[in-house]
């Protein structure tokens, strides 16, 4: 099995900045994309960012220019660096990696358990 555990979240003011992390662990796995998404109370899940093991990058427009993603391979992390955060940032956020393992190499869909964000005005 595989476990996403994320750390970084929090309170934080209109303007500010916080670093969400999520490590993965377990055996006899590789990690093909990374990504960030999140959830506000009432509305639907929405990709955030994403990260290949390439290190190609895509972000939502919305966070454009302001949140940057980067992993580690070596390490089996994925970080979301969160700048000049908005309001409308406030939300649950979620570690998400398409994991390949076991004897046919099939590739898997792993969730994090979320850490909250808040953005004070």
């Known amino acids: 099995q595989v476990q996403l555990v994320e750390s970084g979240g929090g309170l934080v003011q209109v303007g500010g900045s916080l670093r969400l992390s999520c490590a993965a662990s377990g055996t006899g796995f590789s990690i093909n994309d990374m990504a960030w998404y999140r959830q506000a109370p009432g509305k639907q899940r929405e990709l955030v960012a994403t990260?290949?093991?390439?290190?190609?990058?895509n972000y939502a427009d919305s966070v454009k220019g302001r949140f940057t993603i980067s992993r580690d391979n070596a390490k089996n992390t994925v970080s979301l660096q969160m700048d000049s955060l908005k309001p409308e940032d406030t939300a649950v956020y979620y570690c998400?990696?398409?994991?390949?393992?076991?004897?046919?190499?099939?590739?898997?869909?792993?969730w994090g358990q979320g850490t909250q964000v808040t953005v004070s005005a």
């Open positions: 998400h990696a398409l994991v390949v393992r076991g004897s046919l190499s099939l590739q898997y869909s792993y």
């Open positions: 990260i290949a093991s390439s290190y190609r990058t």
